[in-house]
Nanobody, 129 residues
Framework: HVLLVVSGGGSVQAGGSLTLSCVASSALNRPYCMGWFRQFPGKEREGVAA???????SYAESVKGRFTISQVTAKNALYLQMNSLEPDDTATYYC???????????????????????WGQGTQVTVSQ
Protein backbone atom coordinates (compact mmCIF):
# COMPACT_ATOMS: atom_id res chain seq x y z
CA HIS A 1 0.00 0.00 0.00
CA VAL A 2 1.11 3.51 -0.70
CA LEU A 3 1.72 5.69 2.32
CA LEU A 4 0.55 9.29 2.40
CA VAL A 5 2.33 11.87 4.55
CA VAL A 6 0.49 15.10 5.22
CA SER A 7 1.92 18.41 6.33
CA GLY A 8 0.97 22.06 6.44
CA GLY A 9 -1.81 22.42 8.97
CA GLY A 10 -1.81 25.12 11.59
CA SER A 11 -3.61 28.11 12.99
CA VAL A 12 -4.56 31.19 11.07
CA GLN A 13 -6.90 34.14 11.43
CA ALA A 14 -10.04 34.43 9.35
CA GLY A 15 -9.21 35.63 5.87
CA GLY A 16 -5.79 34.03 5.96
CA SER A 17 -4.30 31.24 3.88
CA LEU A 18 -2.71 27.86 4.42
CA THR A 19 -1.34 25.21 2.08
CA LEU A 20 -1.59 21.53 2.85
CA SER A 21 0.78 19.02 1.27
CA CYS A 22 0.45 15.29 0.83
CA VAL A 23 3.32 13.20 -0.45
CA ALA A 24 2.83 9.61 -1.56
CA SER A 25 5.55 7.04 -0.88
CA SER A 26 5.39 5.90 -4.49
CA ALA A 27 3.84 6.93 -7.76
CA LEU A 28 0.24 5.94 -8.26
CA ASN A 29 -0.71 3.82 -11.21
CA ARG A 30 -3.28 5.26 -13.56
CA PRO A 31 -6.16 5.62 -13.27
CA TYR A 32 -5.99 7.19 -9.83
CA CYS A 33 -7.79 9.76 -7.74
CA MET A 34 -6.34 11.88 -4.97
CA GLY A 35 -7.97 14.41 -2.77
CA TRP A 36 -8.72 16.04 0.54
CA PHE A 37 -11.35 15.40 3.15
CA ARG A 38 -12.03 17.08 6.44
CA GLN A 39 -13.71 16.06 9.64
CA PHE A 40 -15.43 18.27 12.18
CA PRO A 41 -15.72 17.04 15.77
CA GLY A 42 -18.54 14.55 16.06
CA LYS A 43 -19.18 14.55 12.33
CA GLU A 44 -18.42 12.21 9.47
CA ARG A 45 -15.53 12.92 7.16
CA GLU A 46 -16.59 15.08 4.23
CA GLY A 47 -15.01 15.62 0.86
CA VAL A 48 -13.27 18.91 0.14
CA ALA A 49 -11.55 18.53 -3.24
CA ALA A 50 -10.29 15.78 -5.51
CA UNK A 51 -8.58 15.24 -8.84
CA UNK A 52 -7.96 12.24 -11.03
CA UNK A 53 -5.16 11.16 -13.32
CA UNK A 54 -6.94 12.71 -16.30
CA UNK A 55 -7.03 16.08 -14.60
CA UNK A 56 -10.70 16.12 -13.68
CA UNK A 57 -11.30 18.11 -10.50
CA SER A 58 -14.24 18.52 -8.17
CA TYR A 59 -14.77 20.70 -5.12
CA ALA A 60 -17.26 20.80 -2.33
CA GLU A 61 -19.60 23.74 -2.78
CA SER A 62 -18.48 25.23 0.52
CA VAL A 63 -14.90 25.71 -0.70
CA LYS A 64 -15.36 26.58 -4.36
CA GLY A 65 -13.54 29.77 -5.27
CA ARG A 66 -11.47 29.66 -2.07
CA PHE A 67 -9.57 26.36 -2.19
CA THR A 68 -7.42 25.03 -5.02
CA ILE A 69 -6.25 21.45 -5.40
CA SER A 70 -3.17 20.69 -7.44
CA GLN A 71 -0.51 18.04 -7.88
CA VAL A 72 3.10 17.70 -8.91
CA THR A 73 3.32 14.18 -10.28
CA ALA A 74 7.11 14.19 -10.41
CA LYS A 75 7.12 14.58 -6.63
CA ASN A 76 4.13 12.29 -6.00
CA ALA A 77 2.69 15.32 -4.24
CA LEU A 78 -0.79 16.73 -3.80
CA TYR A 79 -1.56 20.20 -2.49
CA LEU A 80 -4.51 22.12 -1.17
CA GLN A 81 -4.18 25.87 -1.27
CA MET A 82 -6.74 27.35 1.10
CA ASN A 83 -7.49 31.05 0.83
CA SER A 84 -10.04 33.27 2.53
CA LEU A 85 -10.25 30.81 5.38
CA GLU A 86 -13.26 31.00 7.66
CA PRO A 87 -13.79 29.73 11.20
CA ASP A 88 -16.15 27.12 9.70
CA ASP A 89 -13.14 25.63 7.91
CA THR A 90 -11.71 24.59 11.27
CA ALA A 91 -11.35 20.81 11.08
CA THR A 92 -8.94 17.94 10.79
CA TYR A 93 -7.91 17.54 7.16
CA TYR A 94 -6.99 14.22 5.55
CA CYS A 95 -5.38 13.29 2.28
CA UNK A 96 -6.68 10.26 0.39
CA UNK A 97 -5.63 8.34 -2.70
CA UNK A 98 -7.20 5.52 -4.68
CA UNK A 99 -5.57 3.48 -7.39
CA UNK A 100 -7.26 2.22 -9.43
CA UNK A 101 -9.98 4.83 -9.39
CA UNK A 102 -12.69 3.90 -11.84
CA UNK A 103 -15.96 5.72 -12.04
CA UNK A 104 -18.87 6.88 -14.12
CA UNK A 105 -21.61 9.39 -13.56
CA UNK A 106 -20.26 10.78 -10.35
CA UNK A 107 -17.87 13.51 -9.26
CA UNK A 108 -14.21 12.85 -8.68
CA UNK A 109 -14.80 13.41 -4.95
CA UNK A 110 -17.51 10.77 -4.92
CA UNK A 111 -15.28 8.44 -6.93
CA UNK A 112 -12.41 8.85 -4.52
CA UNK A 113 -14.54 7.89 -1.57
CA UNK A 114 -16.12 4.92 -3.34
CA UNK A 115 -12.82 3.45 -4.61
CA UNK A 116 -11.53 2.38 -1.18
CA UNK A 117 -8.89 5.05 -0.70
CA UNK A 118 -5.76 4.94 1.37
CA TRP A 119 -5.71 7.68 4.00
CA GLY A 120 -2.93 9.87 5.25
CA GLN A 121 -2.76 11.10 8.81
CA GLY A 122 -4.90 14.08 9.71
CA THR A 123 -3.63 17.59 10.12
CA GLN A 124 -5.42 20.20 12.18
CA VAL A 125 -6.49 23.47 10.61
CA THR A 126 -7.77 26.08 13.04
CA VAL A 127 -9.21 29.37 11.85
CA SER A 128 -9.91 32.02 14.47
CA GLN A 129 -12.06 35.16 14.21
Amino acid sequence: HVLLVVSGGGSVQAGGSLTLSCVASSALNRPYCMGWFRQFPGKEREGVAALDSDGLISYAESVKGRFTISQVTAKNALYLQMNSLEPDDTATYYCAAASPCVYRNMTTLQALRSNRPVWGQGTQVTVSQ
